[in-house]
């Protein structure tokens, strides 16, 4: 006891603050938890020179603070800390008995099996981590307009639509709103006079959206005026149609621009996001092509890769 005694003077003992409110002869069921971390934490007698003391050992595997000291956040009560890692250390404990049985009781065919995944598994897992961190390096990030026009043009086939998008302004009233036939003629003008007025009351409007260059789908439509359904969309749902529902929540005022129907042709502004993300993978592909070969072509200039021709 005078080891652990000795300790409690030093005051860079990392945990020593814990032991203040225990009883060395009387224990509770986290004790041997602290007294663990208390004597990997201390320069006491039990540590040698060899390295930092582990905390628990299963078989010839050994877990060491710092496996979990990072999920120690400094917020923490001293309950919650010793409560994590009294988990912490039973979980490794369950897992690390539960791999030796494995190794112990699963065929070698099994074992080589998968050792083999979990070989392939961390290849895998480093060579996209640095390919990855290659691409953003060395791989041009940015799409031109005409880049994405050209394309565009080159495979407009494979851009046909699989549900119909629609252009429109709209404005949500609440139910006793006293302006609305004022409101109805300025959404359906929408010069720029009426562009001012709508603005100057748009505060007192539930909903509005009068950016009628922006394509939507009939689904989106649809969830922001619930008396529009799949069933009666394509009664008002069409090119220059103005439409007026209620329902217990408001009042829906629309003026439709454009319709594209299912089959059309996507516009351009509609799938803009969709080609760039194109352009940018075929980007990014031939970029590790061509580092994959830079690579096996330096490895042979340096003589560190060769493939050895075997006779027949």
Not at 43 to 49: E, G, V
Not at 172 to 189: C, G, R, T
Not at 207 to 225: C, G, P, Q
Request: net charge neutral.
């Amino acid at each position: 006891m005078k080891g652990i005694i000795a300790c409690f003077t030093l005051s860079n003992c990392y945990f020593s603050g814990m032991f203040f409110r225990f009883n060395f002869f009387s224990f509770n069921k986290y004790s041997w938890v602290l007294l663990a971390l208390f004597m990997m934490s201390c320069n006491s007698l039990w540590k040698d020179n060899s390295g930092e003391e582990p905390i628990a050992r299963v078989g010839e595997s050994y877990l060491f603070k710092e496996d979990f000291e990072p999920f120690l956040t400094q917020g923490m009560t001293m309950e919650d800390s010793t409560a994590f890692v009294t988990d912490f250390i039973n979980n490794w404990a369950s897992k690390q008995l539960l791999l030796s049985k494995a190794k112990i009781n699963l065929s070698e065919g099994k074992l080589a099996e998968f050792n083999a995944l979990v070989n392939t598994y961390r290849t895998d897992l480093y060579t996209r981590a640095y390919k990855e961190a290659l691409v953003q390096q060395g791989s041009d990030s940015i799409v031109s307009q005409s880049q994405m026009e050209s394309f565009y043009e080159k495979e407009k086939e494979n851009f046909k639509l699989k549900e119909k998008i629609i252009s429109l302004r709209f404005i949500e009233l609440p139910l006793q709103f006293l302006n609305k036939e004022i409101v109805i003629s300025k959404l359906k003008s929408f010069d720029d006079e009426d562009v001012r007025y709508l603005d100057s009351i748009g505060v007192q409007f539930k909903k509005l959206h009068f950016n009628d260059s922006i394509w939507v789908s009939a689904s989106r439509v649809r969830e922001e005026i619930p008396p529009l359904t799949l069933e009666n969309q394509d009664r008002y749902l069409k090119k220059s149609q103005f439409f007026e529902l209620q329902d217990s929540l408001g009042v829906y005022l629309a003026k439709i621009t454009g319709v594209h129907k299912i089959n059309d042709i996507a516009p351009l502004s509609y799938i803009e996001p969709s080609i760039k993300q194109v352009l940018l993978n075929r980007r990014k592909l031939n970029y590790i092509r061509k580092l994959e070969t830079e690579i096996i072509d330096e490895a042979i200039k340096e003589k560190e890769f060769e493939v050895y021709v075997q006779d027949k």
